[in-house]
């Protein structure tokens, strides 16, 4: 069986989910290394639960199978619970500490586990938290959170540190660049002291 | 083309990798020119690799001295490869998930192509037929059910054929992740007996499109391509080839017998379509799309993205074979099979390549969805197959874990933007029209359903249609149905005279926020730009709808609750075909545009904790400590505003 790096990064419909893979995408062909995604499109996007599939190294099928995941990156703390089923036991979970509750908590009356007790679950995986929110925006921009948790995840990712600053200085937008390349120093640095 | 010489031949090994890339040069020639010159050095580093690496590490090396190798979504990797088959004609009509195929090739600086978005599929087939007739290549996408609207000039079309290639995409939805059904694409092209590929990988799509275009020319004939979500929506590394522009100019010979299809034309061009098959099969199998390996007594064959699952997980010593282009060659399908003890056969939805299977197994036992091994419904994944394998006896036991996702977690599925017209639409509706029945459309609005105000989709404008057919059905509750610009323009217009003629009553409301949002934003006439983003002439619904013959035709805002609420009610109180045109931008277009509303806050001394807001379902409004909160989602609808009851949302910087 072909054994590649499976990373699932999961979050909500906008938070930047489709940037962070490209990112990662782009630092394979860098190392000039396969790779394979897939990804939420079209009606899961508005707002929904996404879900992303990065195999490094994947020669064939896209989706990662259950309980199979090396490494999950969530940008919030319900979806990172909903999707924990994927990773394989000794799999490493980076999670950015921020809730965002679902609108159907309020129009169906659901009730949803507080961050504590979501924080409680999650433990049982080699757990890194951080408040990506704030320090997106110490770099710069709130926007660059999902730089900040690639940055955060880096350490456990089969891939140069350097190849992914190259790529993430591709794929952002030009005048983003300098705020995105510190934001992804702060996550790595932060990544190396909660590991 | 590589030339034998130009490669120093270090070893026999080297010299079989050699052969294998000219091999492979022929399946793939555009990836491969009189330019490529494979070096000594690179060959040198490969030495320590056994034979069966070498070859694919050399094939890897030709490709990356020519190509550029990018990380591509599917349908950008499939847009590239019609770009490098020289395309000279797109149409299409969105919808999930093969949109992102035209809107890539739309935004190529100076394309070299005529490109549109047309109003539906069966007008996008029309016109890429015509362009084929006049001998250029043509290309047309849409998803699966949008064949069903092309279904009838696709049938006729095998019949009269086309002079330049003409690929039709239709990209199929495995588990209906944005769908209302799960048909099988291959099942029309085996009905209009054309050609249809049917690929595994996203590498492969890119792949087969200029194979599908020349293939489409040798035989003369449409050619499906038939990509599943899996693929359009996946990624890869794609090695692509290089950008050939068209130099083609269309011209149309006339040939009433080729072109008029009254019976005695017909009759004939039946007799061709068909005397046409048995060559087909024969090249499909020359191109390499069907493939097999054999390596002991029972075989696997698989087809489209299963053929990928099945080949990360066979173990060794069973053969396989990989099916990627329909029709397939029962003969050299028999003779695979006759080689066997027991043959499984995986693929998703229809089991087309099991069919044939059991045609020609004779007495070779056949395992299949027929007989309990996979399942005529959803997509496959790793673990899914894995599980057929077991049961089939192939591996010893599934070899991933069985995992539980954590269960009752509230879910979150999409929703309507903050700020949404539809939102404020479907709430108006509601307190005007209660008890009453809503059939509705496909769009954005489809996600209406969480606030009570959808009760049928079938499919695109049988919004319209179905609130007619129940309107003479005898209930006698109010009917009023919602349908979205686009969806009216697709096939709402031919309900709405239907309804206005046949006398039903009931009311319309258009929706239109002036694009196709749903899909990605797409132009429609309504927009009042092509697909290039030139201006194009404005089309009045307003003016539409009266010449369709209805009288009560009334344009509202929807973000005017009361406004809206009374031209609701004045629509109640009359008989026949009422139509209301709620129109406010998409908020997501808006916001492009730079539209800025300013944003709107609780004042919390105010808030009496009622609810009735968060109950609203605006995601910019969340609840914390018994209070309404506004979260920086808020893009300036000022609905909410209206909705508080004690007047405790007010603009912000305005207290």
Redesign the interface.
């Known amino acids: 069986m072909n054994r590649s790096f499976d990373i699932l990064m999961v979050g909500i419909g906008g938070q930047g989910t489709i940037l962070a893979s490209n990112i990662l995408g782009e630092a394979c062909l860098i190392e000039g290394r396969h790779v394979k995604g897939a990804e939420t499109h079209g009606m899961a996007q508005r707002g929904g639960s996404v879900e992303s599939h990065i195999r490094i190294d994947g020669l064939f099928g896209p989706l990662i199978p259950p309980g199979q995941a090396d490494l999950m990156i969530s940008f919030d703390l319900l979806e990172a619970l909903r999707y924990s089923h994927y990773l394989k036991k000794e799999g490493r979970l980076i999670v950015n500490n921020h809730l965002v509750l679902p609108t159907s908590v309020y129009t169906q009356k659901l009730v949803a586990p507080t961050e504590d007790e979501i924080i409680a679950a999650l433990k049982k995986h080699t757990l890194c938290l951080l408040d990506a929110d704030k320090m997106a925006a110490d770099a710069g921009s709130p926007l660059s959170q999902n730089v900040v948790m690639l940055g955060a995840a880096s350490m456990s990712i089969p891939l140069k540190a350097e190849s992914l600053l190259e790529a993430v200085r591709r794929l952002v937008p030009k005048k983003t660049v300098e705020i995105n390349v510190k934001a992804f120093e702060m996550g790595r640095e932060f990544g190396g002291i909660c590991r | 083309m590589i030339r034998t010489h130009d490669l120093p031949v270090i070893s026999r090994a080297h010299h079989r990798a050699m052969l294998r890339a000219q091999k492979i040069a022929l399946i793939y020639p555009n990836y491969y020119s009189t330019r490529v010159f494979i070096g000594c050095e690179s060959l040198g580093s490969v030495k320590k690799y056994s034979d069966r690496d070498m070859c694919r590490k050399i094939t890897v090396l030709v490709r990356i001295r020519i190509m550029e190798?990018?990380?591509l979504?599917g349908n950008e990797a499939i847009a590239h490869a019609c770009i490098e088959s020289g395309v000279d004609f797109v149409s299409g009509y969105p919808g999930?998930?093969s949109?992102?195929v035209i809107d890539v090739m739309r935004a190529q600086p100076e394309p070299s192509y005529y490109i549109e978005w047309s109003v539906n599929e069966k007008v996008a087939l029309e016109n890429a037929l015509a362009a084929a007739w006049c001998g250029i290549r043509a290309l047309c996408t849409m998803k699966h059910v949008g064949l069903n609207v092309a279904a009838d000039p696709l049938m006729t079309s095998a019949y009269t054929g086309v002079i330049g290639g003409l690929v039709i995409m239709s990209a199929d939805d495995p588990f209906a992740?944005?769908s209302q059904n799960e048909q099988d694409t291959r099942c029309y092209a085996k009905f209009a007996r054309v050609p249809c590929l049917d690929p595994e990988?996203?590498q492969e799509a890119h792949d087969m499109m200029p194979a599908a275009f020349r293939l489409s020319e040798e035989f003369g004939l449409p050619v499906i391509f038939r990509p599943t979500t899996?693929i359009c929506?996946?990624?890869?590394?794609v090695a692509l080839g290089e950008v050939v522009p068209s130099t083609r100019l269309g011209e149309f010979h006339k040939d009433p017998r080729q072109y008029v299809v009254i019976p005695a034309h017909t009759r004939i061009l039946h007799k061709k379509l068909n005397e046409k098959q048995p060559a087909i099969k024969k090249r499909l199998v020359e191109l390499g799309y069907n493939r097999f390996e054999i390596r002991g007594k029972t075989a696997v064959i698989a087809s489209g993205?299963a053929a990928?699952?099945v080949?990360?997980?066979l173990p060794a010593g069973i053969s396989f074979m990989k099916i990627g282009a329909y029709p397939i060659d029962e003969e050299w399908l028999g003779a695979f099979v006759g080689k066997h003890e027991k043959v499984l056969v995986i693929e998703e939805l229809a089991p087309e390549v099991e069919e044939v299977v059991r045609q020609v197994a004779g007495c070779v036992p056949v395992f299949g969805k027929k007989n309990g091994y996979g399942s005529y419904e959803g997509e496959l994944?790793?673990?899914a197959v894995a599980a057929i394998l077991v049961k089939a006896g192939l591996l010893p036991a599934n070899?991933?874990?069985?995992?539980?996702?954590?269960q009752n977690?509230?879910?979150?599925?999409?929703?309507?933007?903050a700020g949404c017209l539809h939102r404020s639409a479907a709430y108006a509706i509601k307190k005007v029209f209660k008890d009453s029945i809503y059939p509705s459309d496909i769009g954005?609005y489809t996600?209406g359903l969480?606030m009570g105000v959808v009760d049928t989709t079938i499919c695109m404008g049988a919004s319209i249609t179905v609130a007619s057919g129940i309107a003479h059905s005898g209930d006698p509750r109010d009917i009023l149905c919602t349908i979205g610009d686009s969806t009216f323009l697709h096939t709402g217009i031919q309900g709405l005279l239907n309804a206005v003629y046949n006398g039903a009553n009931m009311t319309v409301v258009i929706l239109d926020n002036r694009i196709t949002a749903?899909?990605?934003h797409q132009p429609n006439p309504n927009t009042g730009l092509t697909a290039c983003g030139v201006e194009s002439p404005h089309v009045s619904l307003d003016v539409m709808c009266r010449a369709c013959g209805v009288h009560f035709v009334e344009s509202v805002d929807p973000f005017d609750i009361t406004g809206m609420m009374h031209v609701l009610e004045q629509a109640k109180k009359r008989k026949g075909v009422k139509v209301i045109i709620a129109k406010q931008m998409c908020v997501i277009s808006a916001r492009r545009a730079g539209v800025k509303r300013g944003r709107y806050l609780v004042d919390t001394d105010a808030c009496t904790g009622c609810?009735n807001c968060?109950?609203f379902?605006?995601?910019a409004?969340?609840?914390a400590d018994e209070k309404a909160e506004i979260n920086d989602l808020c893009s300036g609808c000022a609905v909410c505003v209206q909705i508080c009851p004690v007047g405790a949302i007010v603009r912000e910087g305005k207290r």
């Open positions: 190798r990018k990380y979504l999930t998930p949109s992102e992740h944005s990988s996203v899996r929506h996946s990624k890869s590394d993205i990928s699952y080949q990360e997980l994944s790793p673990p070899p991933f874990p069985s995992v539980d996702p954590v977690l509230p879910l979150r599925p999409p929703i309507l933007c954005c996600l969480q749903m899909t990605g609810g968060v109950r379902g605006c995601p409004i969340e609840f």
